[in-house]
């Protein structure tokens, strides 16, 4: 079975300054890597994703992340964060077949300015 | 391509009494997810569906939880009786999982709230 440890509950940064959201994983399978936000009283909605590959992907709104398997993990990176970034990320695993989706407790990203 | 549709968005009960959640997944999709998610935490798997067959329920409370999805299409999620720790988002999601798509995506989800 999959499991999804993020190391940050929560991450406070100033406005233009870069942010890392960090992801452990492990499994006793390939995996997919993902990550999501949620904003508000949203629902949840895919920033990117890690199928095989490059081990840099990149996503919407300027976030990119990297698969390490040696260190199973998927940290979540922004060069630059704006206000409008303030949400909560959830990192996920699941099977190559997309069986057991399972989420991280998430990280609240706080941008201030 | 419409969304994931969740409903009622809301819904408060009193502990014991029984609530049912309704979810329309996006059409061709035949995987389906149903979530819980407390306050503050990440979202749990409860149960997840391959078409109308279950392949992993092994975090839905049986005792008190059921799902089906008939005809493989929509879903129905039912807590009888609740109790105060089922408040939370009840959220579904639906992924075809093909070698296009890989990704899951998210309805807007039902808040419970238990009194």
């Known amino acids: 079975a999959q499991s999804v440890t993020q190391l940050d509950s929560q991450v406070p940064v100033f406005e233009e300054a870069p942010v890392e959201l960090r992801c452990n994983y492990s499994?006793?399978?390939?995996?997919?890597l993902f990550w999501y936000v949620q904003y508000p009283n949203q629902g949840l909605q895919l920033l990117l994703k890690y199928l095989s590959g490059s081990t840099l992907v990149k996503g919407i709104n300027g976030f990119e992340a990297e698969f390490n398997k040696s260190q199973t993990s998927f940290h979540l990176r922004k060069p630059s964060v704006h206000i409008s970034d303030t949400a909560e990320y959830f990192c996920?695993?699941?099977?190559?077949?997309?069986?057991?989706?399972?989420f991280g407790a998430g990280t609240i990203l706080r941008v201030k300015s | 391509e419409a969304g994931v549709a969740q409903s009622p968005r809301y819904k408060i009960i009193e502990k014991r009494q029984s609530v049912a959640f309704w979810c329309n997944p996006i059409s061709g999709h035949a995987t389906l997810y149903w979530y819980q998610q407390i306050l503050g935490q990440g979202p749990k798997l409860l149960i997840q569906f391959q078409n109308n067959g279950v392949v992993d329920d092994s975090q839905l409370p049986k005792d008190r939880f059921s799902a089906e999805r008939l005809k493989g299409v929509d879903s129905t999620l039912k807590i009888q009786p609740a109790k105060l720790e089922d408040s939370a988002v009840y959220l579904c999601?639906?992924?075809?999982?093909?070698?296009?798509?890989?990704?899951?995506?998210f309805g807007q989800g039902t808040r419970l709230t238990v009194v």
């Open positions: 996920a695993v699941s099977d190559v077949n997309g069986n057991k989706l399972v």
């Open positions: 999601a639906s992924s075809s999982f093909s070698r296009v798509n890989t990704e899951a995506f």
């Open positions: 499994s006793s399978v390939s995996v997919y």
